[in-house]
């Protein structure tokens, strides 16, 4: 396997809930809990679960635009979390992100060519003075936009095309890693696929390693070469994204796959779905031993004091990483690919 | 609101090829074709001024007033500080329009030569406050913490103050004997300044409160922007535009206060020509000559309404909600 870039150990996110007048600590929402994972050179990692889980605070506490609580970050080698604001400042050349909303991830005072541009202002060795202009400009073509519109405003494009002015952005620096904030969630589903497809492009011309955040499963699937799935601010199941699809060890991973709509409407309604108890705990308060015991079907009273780690487990033929204490593989969803969209 | 927005494109699979097809050509064309020139936003209020009678009226009465401050010679050639005893009083007439005062002074002369304290004042005052008030606020809103709670705390302290009790115990305590004219003037300035920009610091905190959180702050943070960087060229011009126009408003008002000042016999003093010297001069004459308060007045009125109407344009042309 290729060499790591990305070293994710134990990284923590809580925020201080503070009441009364005179702002005291009265407890923590534990946002991101201990979350690890490695990033190869050139592979795409996708991140999914649902809304609040934590993807997007880990998203930005990769590109350190969020301080964490502990945790280190090893980029090459290098601790994110260790280097001075100017050292940060280089390192930030090789790390970029592309956020979900391309409607406020764009300044509508600065024209694309502006906004493209940014990069080689703040890092002015990149490319010579003179060369800026023709440098945005190819990279305009390489997102698929016409040159010719350096000089129009965000509000003159469609969200589409704001995305791939943002992943123009994104990309300006050459960045070994490109983190991707839930990209294309906010697009419909046909300019979805055409990003997506641009992403992948560029991934194959300009060897990126994505870290590719969504809560839309078939998206992840059709992108990614290793998913990792969140819950509560912990990373429930984590491995190739053939075995997490198609033989997933964590009940929390096939339940959320078990809710993946039926493209074919003859089979529809014919697969077991599994619906889950209850809520979302909340963050603020989760529950003890394995975060996930409140809702699962094998709960047991050792889930409720012991935290299973996120370790190899599986039927002993193909073993990926799973925090379940009886972590057994169960396949729950046809082998499609990008057959529908759904979250 | 991604589940909303996933539910709606859900919808239109169901009735796909063409919609969708459609919309790709459109997007195609949007691309491809021509869509008029390159606009931004403070072009698009350029245009939206452009149409408003109000702009137009109020900006031909602000350069009127400009132009007398600037060149009154150009509206008289009367000598306003030339003072006729034995014609005190006189009703307007050919050779006095406006008439004349108790010292007997040329009405209309002095109303002319009056613009120049009022815009002086009125252009500073408001150049300080925004000034002042957009720094201060900006610091305030984009760093949060402690300069946040130090920055409006003071801003609250002389919030607090009555401008006009304020002014009255500042102009008293720091007043010289003899003041010159440009002295007096920047200390009124000041005056405003100093109990004005709390306002302009709270409208720009909390502006800059709202542009923060946008994802192209972050962008600028993510590719390692200084914060000066992302303050000048993303935060400041994103967040500026309702300062622009409560600080075209308070031009007016700026202008009405130090009128009342010099009302008051703390701003400008004679023989400095001021319409607050002037409105308070007549006062005493109401009954048997109102022609010595009456026409000041009007100029002040005027002034006052051409700067808020002014304003009040702007303010149109700013919000995309009027549109």
């Not at chain 1, 990614?224 to 991973?253: C, F, I, N, Q, W």
């Not at chain 1, 003890?288 to 299973?308: I, M, N, V, Y």
Request: charged fraction near 20%; glycine fraction near 8%; aromatic fraction near 8%.
């Amino acid at each position: 396997m290729a060499e790591v870039v990305l070293e994710a150990r134990d990284i923590v996110k809580h925020y201080p809930i503070k009441t009364g007048v005179l702002r005291r600590t009265t407890g923590w929402v534990k946002a991101v809990d201990g979350v690890s994972f490695d990033l190869h050179k050139g592979e795409t990692l996708g991140i999914v679960g649902e809304s609040g889980c934590g993807k997007s605070t880990l998203g930005r506490m990769l590109m350190r635009l969020e301080e964490p609580t502990s945790g280190s970050l090893q980029f090459d080698g290098v601790d994110m979390y260790a280097q001075s604001t100017s050292d940060m400042r280089r390192l930030r050349r090789d790390i970029q992100i592309v956020f979900q909303d391309p409607y406020t991830s764009l300044n509508p005072r600065k024209t694309v060519g502006d906004i493209v541009g940014e990069p080689f202002d703040i890092h002015p060795d990149v490319v010579p003075k003179q060369g800026r202009r023709q440098r945005v400009q190819e990279l305009l073509d390489l997102v698929g936009l016409n040159p010719e519109h350096i000089n129009r405003y965000p509000h003159q494009f469609s969200g589409g095309q704001r995305q791939r002015i943002g992943i123009a952005r994104g990309i300006a620096l050459n960045p070994k890693v490109l983190i991707c904030d839930e990209p294309v969630s906010a697009l419909d589903v046909s300019v979805q696929a055409q990003v997506v497809n641009l992403m992948e492009k560029l991934q194959d011309e300009l060897g990126l390693a994505y870290v590719f955040i969504a809560h839309d499963l078939s998206v992840v699937r059709h992108i990614s070469d290793r998913v990792g799935v969140m819950y509560l601010g912990k990373l429930a199941e984590l491995g190739e994204e053939d075995e997490v699809y198609t033989r997933p060890t964590h009940p929390y991973t096939q339940a959320l796959l078990s809710a993946v709509p039926v493209p074919d409407p003859v089979l529809r309604g014919k697969r077991e779905q599994i619906v889950l108890e209850g809520d979302v705990p909340s963050p603020a308060n989760p529950p003890t031993g394995c975060r996930f015991h409140t809702r699962c079907w094998k709960a047991q009273d050792r889930c409720t004091t012991e935290e299973p780690g996120l370790t190899m487990r599986g039927d002993g033929v193909a073993e990926h990483l799973s925090a379940c204490h009886f972590a057994e593989a169960r396949a729950v969803v046809e082998t499609t690919d990008m057959s529908d969209h759904s979250g | 609101m991604t589940e909303t927005s996933r539910h709606v494109t859900d919808g239109e699979d169901v009735a796909p090829t063409d919609d969708s097809q459609r919309a790709m050509v459109d997007e195609t064309l949007r691309a491809e074709g021509d869509i008029g020139e390159a606009r931004s936003l403070t072009q698009d209020a350029w245009r939206q001024l452009r149409r408003s009678p109000l702009f137009w009226v109020s900006a031909a009465m602000i350069t009127v007033f400009v132009l007398m401050a600037v060149a009154p010679s150009l509206f008289t050639s009367l000598d306003p500080a030339k003072g006729d005893l034995s014609r005190s009083r006189e009703t307007p007439n050919a050779a006095a329009w406006f008439g004349r005062d108790l010292q007997g002074y040329d009405i209309f002369a002095r109303c002319i030569y009056g613009a120049r304290a009022s815009i002086l004042v009125g252009v500073f005052a408001t150049l300080g406050t925004s000034v002042v008030g957009s720094v201060t606020g900006m610091l305030a809103g984009y760093f949060g913490g402690l300069a946040d709670t130090l920055i409006s705390r003071i801003g609250d302290i002389f919030f607090a103050i009555p401008l006009l009790l304020g002014a009255i115990v500042f102009l008293s305590s720091f007043r010289g004997d003899d003041p010159g004219y440009f002295q007096v003037v920047f200390q009124v300035v000041l005056v405003l300044v100093v109990f004005g920009w709390p306002s302009i610091m709270r409208l720009m905190r909390s502006s800059v409160l709202q542009i923060k959180p946008n994802d192209y702050v972050s962008a600028a943070r993510a590719l390692g922007a200084s914060p000066v960087r992302i303050l000048r060229s993303h935060v400041f011009p994103n967040a500026v535009a309702p300062v622009i126009v409560v600080s075209t408003i308070n031009l007016g008002v700026y202008i009405a206060v130090e009128a009342t000042l010099s009302f008051l016999g703390i701003g400008l003093i004679p023989p400095t020509i001021s319409w607050g010297v002037m409105v308070s001069d007549g006062l005493p004459l109401l009954r048997a000559s109102p022609h010595v308060l009456l026409f000041p007045a009007v100029f002040l009125s005027l002034a006052v309404l051409a700067f808020i109407m002014f304003g009040d344009a702007v303010r149109d042309a700013f919000d995309p909600k009027s549109r």
